[in-house]
């Protein structure tokens, strides 16, 4: 996850070998992209940018001309991954007459013709109306569990990374600033919201305990501290302060990613 | 339905493999042919096949620039205003060989005459016109320049003798043709030294026609007289070969005395 | 590599690439065939005659004349010179330089296309084999799959090879076919001349051998099919470089319209020889026309060409193998 121009795409490129590293090397499962290109590429399965199919060749051209492409592809793989996408009843048309969806498919299709290790989608959603975007989403996460097969899925859109992903790495300027699950991110910001009266009593007293802050609409906002949140409670309630409301809050990826990257909200969706 | 595609994609493959060596065979064979030793040829030489008579008047012009035509805009020249009367008069097709070079000399004509092709020509032609000797006496202006010094007996002499080489290869390749000899003009004639010039032409238009006499059937045919009066009028821009006008009072003169046999009878 | 160079294959006919070239080279060879006829008439209609014999000593007559006049060039001059004295051994060995029928229209097609037209139709072909990867994107599939990148080069340039065989073949066959149904099909074994050597403006009739004209008109097929792979290749690396089809197609053009144009002037600049484009004539070489600059020979000329192909595809494949794709 990174903005736009933070490296996301130059690091996919470089993993499956279309650009050379200024330095360092890119390994996949074991073997380095450089030295043995090959074997890495048989446990890769990748869409760089659009799945850019040849238009003027049908569906199953595609996936034909690409299967002979790999080793030992037996004829019966190309039904297998065209039923998976769902894309059976189209795949003997011309790929231009396909929508974006059915391409997005079709690139899928022909990533997985290898039985990868890992797939590789760069912004596999991008383009794609909402409808899209979901089903993409559910089909992504379907093919991860049932296939077992890692997929590394690079965007610069929050909503989706959240719902798509179990760790996330976030990238800025090229360098990788923060990876954790998604979970564990996310907790770390968690906030606890506070609506006391008076408030300018409760404040002082929680100052005393803890940074506080004050939101705009009339909550003070301290970090969620599990063991610590009742002590607070007891010592808002003895100095005579009455706790009107207590909400954890966990905050959405986009306030983390702003928060951890420092970038303005303009460049993000 | 896909695999038939499959399956042609791969037999237009094979079929094109074959045709890539066949080519790489060729360019060896033509690499390696073109630098083997020549083997000497015999090469079979074809009897040129009798020319059947097709019934058509065949016209043979030889010589210099005056049969090429040079100076008439329409690039007729006399051989095709005469080959135009003729066309007209013996309402046949004519086969005209315009074999005449630009800037020729009487040797050169000696030499175009060994021939075969030429000779063969000469051979079913029913009649021969032929200029020569322009560029003999006049050499391109030369001789005007330096009249003494220039040897024209020299040069008469050797013309004469060309000519009669000429003359005699007709003679051997076709005795039956009528030839028609045309005759030098003066085109100098209106310039200072014209009585110099004018004399030689008429001296070099003497010994031709005296030539020509001792041979059968070659006539000559005078065009001093055309230029001797308005020479201008009848001279092309480079003020020495005649102009659209002169070809036609050249081609008047010959093309009357041009009978076709059938048509003597 | 097999299915390699089958897929490379698939895309070319999927794209009617070849069906393209055909439909053009059937509407030249069309035209031309029309316009020889054309002319044959009027040679006819002009001399009243249509022995060979007769229209052959008319050019050579025709030939002297432009010899005389003095604004020609002497490199004109010369070729004339060269060509009147061919013309006249054909004669005087009784021999037909151009049987009327098809595989003398075949011969004159193919010796008057070597040098422009064949290496335009290769060129279709070739400047966009791999460019066309790039515009279309399909390049980074292409290169992520287990297979290294100087293979899936080779397949692509075998590719090249295969269809530059059938456009050349393709091209005979119509020219054959077209032009048979107007001029008669016969004529594979009408004699021709070849083996003239040419030194300056004197041409060298001692290794002169005689060959029926369907051999003739093989080996220089092969010649031709050479230049076209040359021309092809050259391309091929302009395909790789410039990664605009259109771009590629305006460099390899320029090259070749100017060596046409230095063919006719650089006699006296003898280090052109090493232009590629100087070169492709080789089939002038056959049939005795003076080369464009003195002292050049059919091996001077296929050496040059095979030099410039061996740099092309070293070049080709080390950018190919090393580039970074974005």
Same mark, same amino acid.
Do not use: A, F, H, Q
């Given at each position: 996850m990174g903005p736009n121009g933070a490296g996301k795409t130059t690091t996919i490129r470089m993993l499956v070998g279309l650009i050379k590293p200024t330095s360092g090397s890119m390994v996949v499962c074991g073997y380095n992209v450089r030295t043995h290109f090959t074997k890495a590429m048989e446990k890769i399965g990748c869409i760089v940018e659009n799945p850019e199919l040849y238009p003027y060749l049908t569906g199953k051209e595609n996936l034909l001309h690409f299967a002979r492409m790999l080793? =030992? !592809?037996?004829?019966t793989r190309i039904t297998e991954v065209v039923a998976m996408v769902g894309l059976e009843a189209r795949i003997?048309? +011309? *790929? +231009? &007459?396909?929508s974006l969806g059915m391409r997005q498919r079709l690139g899928i299709a022909q990533a997985m013709l290898n039985h990868p290790k890992v797939l590789i989608l760069d912004e596999? &959603? =991008?383009?794609?109306d909402p409808a899209g975007i979901r089903e993409m989403r559910q089909f992504i996460r379907e093919l991860a569990e049932q296939e077992g097969l890692s997929v590394l899925v690079s965007s610069h859109l929050l909503g989706e990374i959240q719902l798509l992903c179990d760790r996330v790495a976030i990238i800025k300027n090229g360098e990788i600033i923060q990876v954790d699950s998604v979970k564990n991110l996310l907790s770390s910001q968690e906030k606890m919201l506070w609506k006391v009266d008076p408030m300018e009593r409760g404040k002082a007293v929680l100052t005393q305990l803890t940074d506080v802050s004050e939101s705009t609409d009339g909550y003070l906002v301290t970090a969620f501290e599990e063991k610590e949140i009742p002590k607070w409670n007891v010592k808002l309630i003895n100095e005579? !302060?009455? *706790?009107?409301e207590m909400n954890r809050k966990l905050p959405a990826l986009e306030d983390l990613f702003l928060e951890v990257t420092g970038v303005g909200g303009s460049s993000i969706e | 339905m896909i695999h038939l595609h499959t399956k042609r994609v791969r037999y237009i493959t094979i079929f094109a493999s074959i045709v890539c060596l066949f080519w790489l065979f060729c360019l060896g064979w033509a690499v390696q042919d073109y630098y083997s030793a020549a083997s000497p040829i015999e090469i079979k030489q074809k009897e040129p096949e009798k020319a059947v008579d097709t019934g058509k008047f065949s016209l043979v012009a030889l010589g210099d620039s005056l049969t090429r035509g040079t100076g008439d805009e329409s690039g007729k020249g006399y051989v095709g205003l005469v080959t135009d009367d003729l066309k007209e008069r013996f309402g046949k097709k004519i086969s005209v060989h315009n074999l005449g070079v630009s800037g020729a000399v009487s040797s050169e004509l000696k030499n175009q005459m060994k021939q075969k092709e030429i000779k063969r020509q000469l051979g079913e032609a029913d009649a021969i016109m032929l200029t020569i000797g322009g560029n003999d006496l006049f050499q391109g202006g030369q001789t005007l320049i330096d009249i003494e010094t220039a040897g024209i007996e020299d040069i008469q002499e050797k013309y004469l003798q060309n000519l009669k080489d000429v003359f005699t290869t007709i003679r051997s390749v076709n005795n039956q043709a009528t030839v028609y000899m045309i005759g030098l003009y003066n085109p100098f004639i209106e310039l200072e030294d014209n009585e110099t010039t004018s004399s030689i032409v008429r001296e070099w238009n003497f010994q031709t026609e005296d030539l020509a006499s001792s041979f059968s059937d070659i006539v000559f045919v005078p065009t001093y007289d055309i230029f001797q009066l308005s020479v201008n009028d009848y001279l092309y821009t480079d003020k020495f070969h005649p102009n659209k006008e002169g070809y036609k009072l050249i081609a008047k003169r010959i093309s009357p005395l041009i009978k076709w046999e059938e048509e003597k009878k | 590599m097999n299915k390699l160079i089958q897929n490379e294959m698939l895309k070319l006919l999927a794209r009617k690439r070849l069906l393209i070239i055909t439909a053009i080279v059937a509407i030249l060879v069309a035209m031309f065939t029309y316009a020889q006829y054309k002319e044959t008439q009027s040679q006819r209609e002009r001399l009243g005659t249509m022995e060979w014999q007769s229209l052959l000593q008319q050019q050579i007559i025709d030939s002297q004349n432009r010899l005389g006049s003095?604004?020609?060039s002497d490199e004109w001059r010369q070729q004339l010179q060269v060509s009147i004295k061919q013309s006249q051994y054909y004669l005087d060995n009784n021999i037909n330089p151009s049987e009327p029928g098809a595989p003398t229209f075949v011969r004159m097609f193919i010796e008057n296309s070597s040098d422009l037209f064949i290496p335009l139709l290769i060129m279709i072909i070739a400047s966009d084999l791999v460019s066309s990867e790039h515009s279309l994107g399909s390049i980074k599939l292409l290169l992520t799959r287990p297979v290294q990148r100087w293979k899936i080069l080779l397949s692509k340039y075998v590719v090249l090879l295969l269809s530059t065989s059938l456009i050349v073949l393709v091209t005979a066959a119509l020219a054959y076919v077209i032009s048979g149904a107007v001029f008669g099909y016969h004529g594979w074994t009408a004699p021709v001349i070849t083996g003239f050597t040419v030194e300056g403006s004197n041409l060298n009739t001692s290794g002169v051998k005689l060959m029926d004209q369907w051999e003739f008109l093989l080996m220089e097929m092969g010649l031709v099919w050479f230049v076209a792979v040359v021309v092809g290749t050259l391309s091929f690396m302009l395909s790789v470089l410039i990664r605009s089809t259109a771009a590629g197609m305006g460099v390899m053009l320029a090259a070749l319209i100017s060596g046409m144009i230095l063919s006719n002037m650089v006699s006296s600049w003898a280090s052109a020889k090493y232009f590629f484009m100087v070169n492709l004539k080789l089939t002038s070489y056959l049939s005795g026309a003076a080369p464009p600059i003195e002292g050049m020979t059919l091996f001077s000329s296929v050496s040059v060409l095979f030099v410039w192909l061996v740099a092309a595809l070293v070049v080709s494949f080390t950018v190919f193998s090393r580039q970074d794709v974005y």
């Open positions: 080793p =030992n !592809i037996p004829e003997d048309e +011309k *790929v +231009k &007459t396909y596999p &959603t =991008n383009g794609l005579g !302060i009455s *706790v009107l | - | 003095s604004r020609i």
